[in-house]
């Protein structure tokens, strides 16, 4: 991981309590941003049609999907987690027609599709409405970190959370993606927090950063 992101995730892990919580949120808040910004610089420098390359396509690591794919999945993550779990609230991505708008083929976070099927994916998708809704869903998730108060990193959830989550479909029921249901649900907000809010971000980011350096070496 990322030694810098990995300081500031230590950070953010440290201060999750009553007295520090502020300080926990600020760092995150920062972290959030520089990771977001990271991402666009992708946009700039790199053509649509190089969002959907897989050049690691038979690796071992998150490095081996796209950059379409690494921003669609937290994006979907996030959103789905959020509004879906945490708030009971539409997600962004229904709200705002956004599946129309990016012209997705589904609606889960991805997880079912292996090697070749990501770059399929990845080439259909509009990458600016891509971005804009990785935009919307961090402005939202940041708005509700800054909200956050001590008292609500302990909410739970229940098995009335996990069937309402489930009749949502939002999560592929292949084996690759259906163990997503279980993982969340079997958090507390604190836990969301940290995962995937921040050190979801900062692992597909980093893969998205190995993609593009491969990206630049074949240009060359």
Known sequence: MNEEWSLQFKT????????TLDTAIQSLLALRSELFCCAKSWQKTFAPSQFSAQPFVNAKGYHSKTLAYSIWHVARI????????????PQIFFDKN?????NAPF???GNELVKTQIAEFSRQL???ELFSYFEEVKLQTDDFLRKLQFENLRQTFTPADKERLQSLSVVSTAPEASWLTDYWCGKSVKGLVLMPFSRHWIMHIEAG???CTKLEKMAE
Do not use: H, M
């Open 12 to 19: 953010v892990q440290a201060n999750l309590k009553k007295a």
């Open 78 to 89: 996030e959103d789905i987690v959020l509004q879906s779990l945490v708030q009971n609230q």
């Open 98 to 102: 956004y599946q129309g708008r990016i």
């Open 107 to 109: 609606v889960t976070t």
């Open 126 to 128: 509009n990458i600016e």
């Open 209 to 211: 950063n190995r993609i």
